[in-house]
């Protein structure tokens, strides 16, 4: 039986090893940041906005050029945004980007 262009083949045992295994390695540089348990509240607030930020892309179907034209900031920022990569960003830094794309935008602080 002959595939169609959208029925897509699932990787083999050796490709999902081989991902597995370079996703697993403690020096893999590459893919969205995890924020740690141990996070501060600041670090969290500003890992949420890098998420509102990745979700207005996602929604919009913007490639990462785009979204950094309509922020006013350059790729590489805009990758380590979407990525998570908070440690180079301040917290209203990313306030105000996220602004840039939610006018109005609502920062709600809640004591526990």
Sequence with gaps: ???????????????????????????????????PADA????????????LIARYQREHGLLQKNIAGQIGIDESR??????????????????GYAEKLHPGLKIKIVAA
């Excluded at 805009?78 to 830094?93: A, M, N, Q, V, Y």
């Design 1 to 35: 039986m002959k595939r169609s262009r959208t029925q897509a083949k699932f990787p083999d045992e050796g490709t999902l090893k081989r991902v597995r295994d370079k996703l697993s390695d403690p020096n893999y540089a590459g893919g969205n940041i995890a924020l």
């Design 78 to 95: 805009i990758s380590d945004i979407l990525r998570g990569k908070i440690e180079s960003f301040t917290l209203d830094r990313l306030v």
């Design 40 to 51: 501060s509240e600041v670090d969290r607030a500003k890992y949420q906005l890098c998420q």
